[in-house]
């Protein structure tokens, strides 16, 4: 079965520029889930779709994120502009509808806001 | 305000000794806990979950322990082994109120030694 896939794996930018993010989640999985884990923190939900449909944006920053999942499939996270406070790995996952069952994660974006 | 805590960012054991990770949480409405494992650029790994209404779960050298009174979690490792080394996260979820939403802790870096 094949992982939770992410590109790029790093990023560098300057502050003000845009960037996007892409998540392929493993086959069959509705539910999809981007994180923010800033050096030395946990990972911090910013947004949770179920198919298509967004359950949970309540954390994303609004004024400078967006994200879609177009499709109930792929999905893009996108930063517009960004911020040096942005800086961090960007975790995309996903999760079966069994009940109990975890969240698999890809391998992350790392982001570099100079 | 942070719902799950890890109190020891850092904790090295040596090869074949027990290793203990704390976790404790503030919401009495988590009722799933999960411990995640992770490797530098990768994402994390599920290792292992428990339910409120068990106290103890086991896989192999990995044991849960939930002290619901105490609003404390540890996870055990015997005997520890070199490959273990790696960032241990804790994480809850409420899933009678907000379903497969997981907060997560800070992470506990596991180092051991041989």
């Known amino acids: 079965e094949a992982g939770v896939a992410q590109s790029p794996r790093y990023k560098i930018i300057e502050k003000r520029q845009s960037v996007a993010f892409w998540c392929n989640p493993i086959?069959?999985?509705?539910?999809l889930y981007w994180y923010q884990q800033i050096l030395g923190q946990g990972p911090k939900l910013l947004i949770q779709f179920q198919n298509n449909g967004v359950v949970d944006d309540s954390q994303l920053p609004k004024d400078r994120f967006s994200a879609e999942r177009l499709k109930g499939v792929d999905s893009t996270l996108k930063i517009q502009p960004a911020k040096l406070e942005d800086s961090a790995v960007y975790l995309c996952?996903?999760?079966?509808?069994?009940?109990?069952?975890?969240?698999?994660f890809g391998p992350g974006t790392r982001l570099t806001v100079l | 305000d942070q719902q799950v805590k890890q109190n020891s960012p850092s904790l090295s054991v040596q090869e074949g000794r027990i290793s203990i990770l704390n976790c404790d949480y503030t919401?009495?409405?988590?009722?799933?806990f999960l411990w995640y494992k992770k490797y530098p650029a990768e994402g994390p790994t599920f290792l292992i979950s428990?339910?409120?209404?068990?106290d103890k779960n086991e896989d192999g050298r990995f044991t849960v322990f939930l002290n619901k009174s105490a609003k404390h979690l540890s996870l055990h490792i015997v005997p520890s082994q070199p490959g273990d080394s790696a960032v241990y996260f804790c994480a809850a979820s409420a899933l009678q109120t907000s379903y497969d939403k997981v907060i997560f802790g800070p992470g506990t870096s596991l180092s051991v030694i041989p």
């Open positions: 086959s069959g999985h509705a539910t």
């Open positions: 919401n009495s409405m988590f009722d799933y």
């Open positions: 996952a996903s999760r079966g509808t069994a009940a109990f069952s975890e969240q698999f």
């Open positions: 428990i339910s409120s209404i068990k």
